[in-house]
Protein backbone atom coordinates (compact mmCIF):
# COMPACT_ATOMS: atom_id res chain seq x y z
CA UNK A 1 0.00 0.00 0.00
CA UNK A 2 1.02 3.80 -0.44
CA UNK A 3 -0.27 6.59 0.99
CA UNK A 4 0.78 10.30 0.54
CA UNK A 5 0.59 13.09 3.29
CA UNK A 6 0.01 16.94 2.50
CA UNK A 7 0.88 18.74 6.09
CA UNK A 8 -0.45 21.89 5.41
CA UNK A 9 -4.19 22.02 4.28
CA UNK A 10 -3.26 26.00 3.73
CA UNK A 11 -0.50 27.89 3.01
CA UNK A 12 -1.18 31.74 3.19
CA UNK A 13 1.53 33.99 1.99
CA UNK A 14 2.37 37.38 0.33
CA UNK A 15 3.47 38.12 -3.17
CA UNK A 16 6.92 37.81 -4.12
CA UNK A 17 8.14 35.70 -0.90
CA UNK A 18 9.44 32.36 -1.17
CA UNK A 19 7.32 29.18 -0.56
CA UNK A 20 7.44 25.49 -0.17
CA UNK A 21 4.60 23.07 0.26
CA UNK A 22 5.49 19.82 2.16
CA UNK A 23 4.67 16.51 1.37
CA UNK A 24 5.90 13.24 2.44
CA UNK A 25 5.14 9.52 1.37
CA UNK A 26 5.27 6.00 1.99
CA UNK A 27 5.45 2.98 0.00
CA UNK A 28 6.61 -0.27 -0.05
CA UNK A 29 8.01 -0.41 -3.66
CA UNK A 30 9.87 2.00 -5.70
CA UNK A 31 7.94 5.14 -6.59
CA UNK A 32 7.30 7.42 -8.90
CA UNK A 33 6.25 11.33 -7.74
CA UNK A 34 4.54 13.97 -9.00
CA UNK A 35 2.81 17.28 -7.86
CA UNK A 36 -0.22 18.31 -9.87
CA UNK A 37 -1.93 22.04 -9.18
CA UNK A 38 -5.98 22.96 -9.56
CA UNK A 39 -6.69 26.45 -10.37
CA UNK A 40 -10.19 27.73 -9.30
CA UNK A 41 -13.18 25.74 -11.57
CA UNK A 42 -10.57 23.50 -13.58
CA UNK A 43 -9.24 20.09 -13.93
CA UNK A 44 -5.70 19.47 -12.45
CA UNK A 45 -2.17 19.58 -14.80
CA UNK A 46 0.90 18.78 -13.83
CA UNK A 47 3.38 21.01 -12.63
CA UNK A 48 6.82 18.39 -12.61
CA UNK A 49 7.38 14.93 -11.80
CA UNK A 50 10.05 12.86 -10.28
CA UNK A 51 10.83 9.29 -12.31
CA UNK A 52 14.68 8.69 -11.66
CA UNK A 53 18.11 10.66 -11.93
CA UNK A 54 18.42 14.66 -10.70
CA UNK A 55 16.63 14.64 -7.54
CA UNK A 56 15.86 17.91 -7.75
CA UNK A 57 13.18 18.64 -10.47
CA UNK A 58 12.46 21.80 -12.23
CA UNK A 59 8.92 22.19 -13.38
CA UNK A 60 6.10 24.56 -14.90
CA UNK A 61 5.75 27.90 -13.69
CA UNK A 62 9.25 28.34 -11.87
CA UNK A 63 8.37 25.13 -9.87
CA UNK A 64 10.52 22.73 -8.45
CA UNK A 65 10.78 20.10 -6.12
CA UNK A 66 13.75 18.11 -4.03
CA UNK A 67 13.24 14.15 -3.95
CA UNK A 68 14.51 12.98 -0.46
CA UNK A 69 14.75 9.06 -0.28
CA UNK A 70 16.07 8.87 3.32
CA UNK A 71 13.24 11.20 4.52
CA UNK A 72 10.34 9.69 2.14
CA UNK A 73 9.81 13.74 1.39
CA UNK A 74 9.36 15.52 -2.08
CA UNK A 75 8.94 19.29 -1.54
CA UNK A 76 7.45 21.98 -3.45
CA UNK A 77 9.08 25.20 -3.77
CA UNK A 78 9.18 28.45 -5.43
CA UNK A 79 11.20 31.16 -4.74
CA UNK A 80 8.82 33.77 -5.42
CA UNK A 81 5.29 33.87 -6.06
CA UNK A 82 2.54 35.90 -7.79
CA UNK A 83 -1.08 36.11 -7.22
CA UNK A 84 -1.48 33.96 -10.18
CA UNK A 85 0.11 30.78 -8.37
CA UNK A 86 -3.28 30.66 -5.95
CA UNK A 87 -4.54 27.67 -6.45
CA UNK A 88 -4.95 24.15 -4.86
CA UNK A 89 -1.23 21.69 -5.04
CA UNK A 90 -1.58 17.72 -5.09
CA UNK A 91 0.95 15.89 -4.55
CA UNK A 92 1.13 12.23 -5.72
CA UNK A 93 2.97 8.62 -5.78
CA UNK A 94 2.16 6.17 -8.08
CA UNK A 95 4.04 2.42 -6.92
CA UNK A 96 2.21 -0.34 -8.83
CA UNK A 97 -0.53 0.86 -11.01
CA UNK A 98 -2.57 3.47 -8.70
CA UNK A 99 -1.82 7.14 -8.47
CA UNK A 100 -2.54 7.95 -4.72
CA UNK A 101 -2.81 12.05 -4.17
CA UNK A 102 -2.64 13.95 -0.89
CA UNK A 103 -5.55 15.68 0.38
CA UNK A 104 -4.10 19.01 -1.05
CA UNK A 105 -2.42 22.18 0.10
CA UNK A 106 -4.23 25.52 -0.95
CA UNK A 107 -1.79 27.93 -1.46
CA UNK A 108 -3.48 31.77 -1.00
CA UNK A 109 -1.29 34.58 -2.28
CA UNK A 110 -2.28 37.88 -1.44
CA UNK A 111 -0.84 41.31 -2.36
CA UNK B 1 -5.89 19.99 -29.45
CA UNK B 2 -5.18 16.67 -27.18
CA UNK B 3 -8.10 16.94 -24.80
CA UNK B 4 -9.96 15.15 -22.29
CA UNK B 5 -14.14 15.45 -22.28
CA UNK B 6 -16.58 14.64 -20.28
CA UNK B 7 -20.04 14.85 -20.24
CA UNK B 8 -22.59 16.46 -18.50
CA UNK B 9 -20.79 18.95 -16.71
CA UNK B 10 -23.35 19.62 -14.43
CA UNK B 11 -26.22 17.36 -13.40
CA UNK B 12 -28.85 17.17 -10.41
CA UNK B 13 -30.09 14.12 -9.61
CA UNK B 14 -32.53 12.03 -7.57
CA UNK B 15 -31.82 9.17 -5.66
CA UNK B 16 -32.04 5.41 -7.55
CA UNK B 17 -31.94 7.45 -10.68
CA UNK B 18 -29.99 5.40 -13.19
CA UNK B 19 -26.94 8.03 -14.65
CA UNK B 20 -23.97 7.97 -16.72
CA UNK B 21 -21.05 10.45 -17.07
CA UNK B 22 -19.27 9.90 -20.30
CA UNK B 23 -15.12 10.31 -20.62
CA UNK B 24 -13.16 10.54 -23.83
CA UNK B 25 -9.92 11.17 -24.72
CA UNK B 26 -8.80 11.91 -28.34
CA UNK B 27 -4.94 11.37 -27.94
CA UNK B 28 -4.98 7.13 -28.61
CA UNK B 29 -3.71 6.96 -24.53
CA UNK B 30 -4.11 3.31 -23.23
CA UNK B 31 -4.57 4.31 -19.49
CA UNK B 32 -7.86 5.63 -18.38
CA UNK B 33 -9.42 6.15 -14.87
CA UNK B 34 -11.98 8.22 -12.53
CA UNK B 35 -11.62 10.03 -9.80
CA UNK B 36 -14.02 11.50 -7.31
CA UNK B 37 -12.47 14.65 -5.39
CA UNK B 38 -14.23 15.80 -2.15
CA UNK B 39 -13.50 18.74 0.24
CA UNK B 40 -11.15 17.74 2.80
CA UNK B 41 -10.40 14.03 1.30
CA UNK B 42 -8.43 15.34 -1.97
CA UNK B 43 -8.74 13.10 -4.87
CA UNK B 44 -9.60 9.45 -4.66
CA UNK B 45 -9.39 6.92 -7.32
CA UNK B 46 -12.89 4.81 -8.66
CA UNK B 47 -11.59 2.59 -11.19
CA UNK B 48 -9.03 2.23 -13.58
CA UNK B 49 -8.33 0.62 -17.17
CA UNK B 50 -5.14 -0.83 -18.78
CA UNK B 51 -6.94 -0.72 -22.31
CA UNK B 52 -9.51 -1.68 -23.80
CA UNK B 53 -11.38 -4.47 -21.88
CA UNK B 54 -9.13 -4.26 -18.91
CA UNK B 55 -10.26 -2.85 -15.78
CA UNK B 56 -9.95 -2.50 -12.18
CA UNK B 57 -10.88 -1.13 -8.89
CA UNK B 58 -9.58 1.89 -7.63
CA UNK B 59 -9.48 2.66 -3.87
CA UNK B 60 -13.33 4.04 -3.67
CA UNK B 61 -15.50 1.89 -6.21
CA UNK B 62 -18.59 1.10 -4.11
CA UNK B 63 -21.37 1.48 -5.97
CA UNK B 64 -19.75 2.87 -9.62
CA UNK B 65 -19.04 0.52 -12.64
CA UNK B 66 -17.74 0.92 -15.46
CA UNK B 67 -16.62 0.06 -19.20
CA UNK B 68 -13.74 0.36 -21.50
CA UNK B 69 -15.20 -1.01 -25.38
CA UNK B 70 -12.78 1.44 -27.08
CA UNK B 71 -9.66 2.90 -26.79
CA UNK B 72 -10.96 6.48 -26.56
CA UNK B 73 -14.09 5.97 -23.95
CA UNK B 74 -13.96 5.18 -20.48
CA UNK B 75 -17.70 5.91 -19.27
CA UNK B 76 -18.41 5.76 -15.47
CA UNK B 77 -21.92 4.46 -14.21
CA UNK B 78 -23.88 5.01 -11.13
CA UNK B 79 -26.89 1.96 -11.10
CA UNK B 80 -28.34 3.65 -8.05
CA UNK B 81 -27.18 6.77 -7.10
CA UNK B 82 -27.22 7.83 -3.19
CA UNK B 83 -26.38 11.36 -1.61
CA UNK B 84 -23.55 9.54 -0.64
CA UNK B 85 -21.90 10.10 -4.37
CA UNK B 86 -22.25 13.88 -4.50
CA UNK B 87 -18.95 14.93 -5.63
CA UNK B 88 -17.02 16.26 -8.47
CA UNK B 89 -15.91 13.82 -10.67
CA UNK B 90 -12.52 13.53 -12.72
CA UNK B 91 -11.74 11.34 -15.48
CA UNK B 92 -8.23 11.28 -16.73
CA UNK B 93 -5.51 9.39 -19.35
CA UNK B 94 -2.29 8.77 -19.99
CA UNK B 95 0.23 6.94 -22.15
CA UNK B 96 1.80 4.84 -19.63
CA UNK B 97 0.10 4.39 -16.26
CA UNK B 98 2.95 4.46 -14.34
CA UNK B 99 4.99 6.94 -15.28
CA UNK B 100 3.26 9.03 -17.92
CA UNK B 101 1.40 12.62 -17.29
CA UNK B 102 -2.58 12.17 -16.89
CA UNK B 103 -4.55 14.40 -18.22
CA UNK B 104 -7.70 15.10 -16.77
CA UNK B 105 -10.67 16.32 -17.66
CA UNK B 106 -12.84 19.28 -16.98
CA UNK B 107 -14.67 17.52 -13.98
CA UNK B 108 -18.30 16.80 -13.82
CA UNK B 109 -20.48 18.32 -10.62
CA UNK B 110 -22.91 15.72 -9.22
CA UNK B 111 -26.03 15.91 -6.80
CA UNK B 112 -28.24 13.37 -5.73
CA UNK B 113 -30.77 14.74 -3.77
Known amino acids: AQSVTQLDSQVPVFEEAPVELRCNYS??????LFWYVQYPNQGLQLLLKYLSGSTLVKGINGFEAEFNKSQTSFHLRKPSVHISDTAEYFC?????????FGKGTMLLVSP | EAQVTQNPRYLITVTGKKLTVTCSQNMNHEYMSWYRQDPGLGLRQIYYSMNVEVTDKGDVPEGYKVSRKEKRNFPLILESPSPNQTSLYFC????????????FGPGTRLLVL
Open chain 1, 92 to 100: AVIGYSTLT
Open chain 2, 92 to 103: ASSSDSGTGTQY
Open chain 1, 27 to 32: SSVSVY
